[in-house]
């Protein structure tokens, strides 16, 4: 049982909240009350962005002190929308969310997994017809060992899982965010994720 706090209680933040308090973990949600991520991220052992990417940078640096030591899992990317509200481009282009969250918390460890997905995927990949992949991409190998171990408490198979490397290899799996407009107005809204075929 792990201490979680999760930044952001939309669908991605509550679905996720409930699936790790369903594997037994303690679980807290911070919606946007004044001084609720600060708490949240307080007294967690590992804090989860599931903030809009685009003002994630900001709400996040603001918890530095709260976040030392921690580790910090971004699932989110940082898109500007288009007209129809969905990702049309990146706001860090030639760079991605996770490395500037590194850069502006040098005492956090980040990891960035699970942002090549729809939200449902994250927490019943085996739905899928085909085996799906969650990324890792972060500078400690143990911190990205203790989110290995939350993904299979999520669902994901160890064989789903492949690490990327460090930090900088995030903006690779966030500019699969591009592909999700696309593959929508193509299919529609039907849970997909990207997957390495072997």
Known sequence: MTTIAVLGNGRVGGNLATAL???????????????AAADAARTARIVINATPGDGSLDRLAALREELHGKILVDVSNATVDGPDGLPADLVYPGSSLAEQLQEALPETHVVKTLNTM??????????LTQSPTAFLSGEDPLAKQTVRELLVDLGWNKDWITD????????????????????????????FAISIAR
């Open 118 to 127: 729809l939200f449902p995927v994250m927490t019943a990949p085996a739905a």
């Open 21 to 35: 308090t369903r594997a037994g973990h303690e679980v807290t949600v911070a919606d946007r009350a004044p001084g």
């Open 164 to 191: 990327l490397g460090g930090i900088r290899t995030a903006r690779a799996t966030e500019a699969a965010i591009l592909f999700v407009p696309h593959v929508i107005r193509s299919t529609g809204f039907t849970p």
